[in-house]
């Protein structure tokens, strides 16, 4: 590989589309304005509180800050612990991860005494930006975000109102402080992008004779991905050798030695254990609670559907993802972690099922909606034996479907009984266990 080739490649090894190379481009300049006057400037960036750091932020961020700072930079650093609802069920351990990466921060060369750190919750005021901001972007403009995508299919949750206007709560923490610079990873750039938008807007709006806010600037890093050990972008959220190892012991990767990690290929039987799996917990679920779904569970099925409806070809991939999660709400609605995980471990494989039966991925798409849709209208109805029903039979055709690419019938499985009887009954004594029944 040559040099040039080299130089249109992130450090994970993907293409650099033209975009990027444009704001990489702008990005050099602006630091070369920065360090000719440092004094005209003012910076912020900060992180969720969401767990400690890593050598993805140090290289993506981190060192970008230390530098600025030392070069007289007014830097300022927001902990955003308002933001870790965005997609996290739980505020459990937020004041332990502030003083960590405060902490995390001070190692890596920030000074308090030359840099502002402070947090959300300091300052509520700076919350208030939200309502004239929002009414600067369009809902097209917040669904184009493609970092918002990629949280929402790695959260496990429907898109919420604050997933969708996380980029907007971004753009008050920077222009809060009329922040001109933003020191970033790639992955970042839309979150700039439409706090310019934002910027440019309000003051074409409400501030035409006396601009408030700058127009930010993205520094972008040097390393602008850094990749984990499977490739994707490091997050801190998931550490990526606990990652591999317990989809190693889950059976969904091998490890080869001296070629690391590949994904494990799943076969005929496999999947058809996945589906009589998957069948047998989310009945069991809906056994548990006695068909009783809760509303709440109900509205979050209702939205992912909906999702689900407009997909097109091109989005064939988030098939499964709103499948999943649709699916998901049934097992979730039940409290239970260990049903959770162990439901959650076969996602995996229904994903690569999938695209084996994706002969004609139009007829899949144009399939899945209203099959789930009777499901949920099955739920609504709160009868626990039609929802079991309904349950049965969504599965059963999955299974015909992989029994008829194999050219076989129920009767040439290895189950003494029918499989459809079987999936009926294999939890029929469930209910003499829970208690009161």
């Known amino acids: 590989m040559t040099d040039d080739m080299n130089a249109q490649l992130t450090a994970a090894g993907n293409e650099m589309s033209a975009s990027f190379l444009a704001a990489k481009k702008r990005s050099d300049e602006t630091l070369a304005k920065l360090k000719a006057n440092p004094g005209k400037f003012t910076m912020l960036t900060g992180d969720r509180p969401t767990g400690r750091l890593h050598l993805g932020h140090f290289f993506g961020s981190i060192r970008e800050r230390v530098a600025m700072q030392n070069l007289g930079v007014n830097t300022n650093i927001i902990i955003a612990d308002y933001q870790v609802i965005t997609d996290r069920d739980t505020t459990e351990h937020i004041d332990d991860n502030v003083l960590n990466l405060v902490l995390d921060y001070m190692a890596a060369g920030i000074d308090p005494e030359k840099t502002m750190i402070f947090t959300h919750s300091a300052v509520p005021a700076e919350n208030q930006l939200m309502l004239p901001f929002l009414s ?56 700039v992008e439409i706090t310019r938008t934002i910027a440019r807007r309000f003051n074409e709006r409400y501030a035409k004779k006396n601009p408030v806010f700058p127009e930010p600037a993205a520094i972008l890093s040097e390393a602008p991905e850094i990749p984990g050990l499977d490739g994707r972008k490091m997050s801190k959220s998931a550490p990526i050798r606990e990652a591999l190892r317990e989809l190693e012991n889950e059976g969904l990767v091998e490890y080869v030695r001296n070629a690391g990690c ?91 099922t999938g695209y084996n039966l994706a002969s004609d991925k139009k007829a899949v798409i144009k399939r899945q909606y209203p099959i789930h849709k009777e499901l949920l209208e099955a739920c609504k109805s709160r009868k626990k034996e039609e929802i079991c029903r309904v349950l049965s039979d969504h599965y059963m055709g999955t299974i015909h479907r992989l029994l008829k690419e194999q050219g076989m019938t129920e009767a040439d499985t290895k189950f003494s009984t029918g499989l459809s009887d079987f999936i009926k009954k294999i939890i029929v004594d469930l209910e003499s266990m829970i208690p009161g029944k």
Request: aromatic share 8%; charged share 25%.
């Open 262 to 352: 590949s994904v494990k290929e799943i076969t005929f039987e496999e999947s058809f254990e996945i589906y009589l799996m998957r069948a047998n917990y989310e009945i069991m679920a809906v056994r548990l609670l006695g068909g009783k779904i809760p509303e709440e569970t109900l509205q979050e099925m209702e939205e992912i559907l909906e999702r689900m409806k407009s997909l097109n070809v091109d989005e064939y991939d988030q098939l499964f993802s709103y499948d999943n999660k649709f699916h998901s709400c049934l097992i979730r609605m039940t409290g239970m972690k260990s049903l959770y995980k162990a439901w959650k471990s076969l996602n995996y494989g229904n994903i690569v």
């Open 136 to 191: 600067l972007v369009t809902e097209a403009e917040l669904h184009r975000n493609p970092t918002v995508k990629s949280e929402m299919e790695s959260s496990g949750h429907a898109l919420t109102g604050l997933l969708l206007t996380y980029p907007v709560h971004q753009a008050c923490d920077i222009l809060f402080c009329k922040a001109n610079v933003v020191p970033i990873g790639k992955d970042n750039l839309p979150h």
